[in-house]
């Protein structure tokens, strides 16, 4: 039983275009995140939610945006893709916010811009 | 400006051997810090981690150290496993209203028969 689950794993789409990953868990954690690993393979912040608030907003475009119908879900929508979207993105829960806690993660979802 | 740093992009080492990965960090506001191993396809799964109040934390055939004062910490593997082969990221976090994990670049590490 999957802990952190991202839908789709794989998402390959045009340039200009408009999509969505999914994040759930089941672990009653609070805290969700998303996580952007680039072709460096850098894994950086990008959003954070705790009970539905976001708390955590690393100077992401506004292409982004972060949705947390209820604290078990984080969804990602991405407006008007660009090359440069093109990345691994993650998905993770923690128990707590305010540091010191474990961050679980999802397998991932490859997103390629073409 | 990298607040974490993983210097060795990657390791080879014996099976039985000690692997030993290496972290380096600038914040000192850091204050708890993970490891984290990551196969292929798969997203990064906590390994162990340490506050930064001890010096040492060990778990199994896993051991955390960390130095303060030169704001480095270690990863010990003994014995390596050849199921150990993965990358590694050193992480780091402090407390404060909002959480968030700083990642190093990640060690490829390779156990060798």
């Known amino acids: 039983d999957t802990a952190v689950s991202q839908t789709p794993k794989y998402l390959v789409t045009q340039m200009g275009n408009d999509k969505s990953i999914k994040c759930e868990q089941n672990?009653?954690?609070?805290?969700m995140y998303w996580y952007k690993q680039d072709s460096k393979k850098f894994l950086k912040i990008m959003f954070s939610?705790?009970?539905?608030?976001?708390?955590i907003n690393e100077t992401v475009p506004n292409r982004f945006s972060p949705k947390s119908p209820d604290k078990a879900h984080l969804n990602l929508h991405i407006n008007s893709l660009e090359l440069g979207d093109s990345a691994v993105y993650f998905c993770a829960s923690s128990q707590r916010t305010g540091g010191g806690g474990i961050q679980y993660f999802g397998a991932g979802t490859r997103l390629s811009v073409l | 400006d990298q607040q974490v740093k993983q210097n060795s992009p990657s390791l080879s080492v014996q099976e039985g051997r000690i692997s030993i990965l290496n972290c380096d960090y600038t914040n000192s506001m850091f204050d708890y810090f993970l490891w984290y191993k990551k196969y292929p396809a798969e997203g990064p799964t906590f390994l162990i981690s340490i506050s930064s109040i001890k010096d040492k934390n060990e778990d199994g055939r896993f051991t955390v150290f960390l130095n303060k004062s030169a704001k480095h910490l270690s990863l010990h593997i003994v014995p390596s496993q050849p199921g150990d082969s993965a990358v590694y990221f050193c992480a780091a976090s402090y407390t404060g209203t909002a959480s968030k994990l700083t990642f190093g670049t990640g060690t490829r590490l390779q156990v060798t028969l």
């Open positions: 939610y705790n009970n539905k608030e976001l708390i």
């Open positions: 672990l009653g954690h609070d805290t």
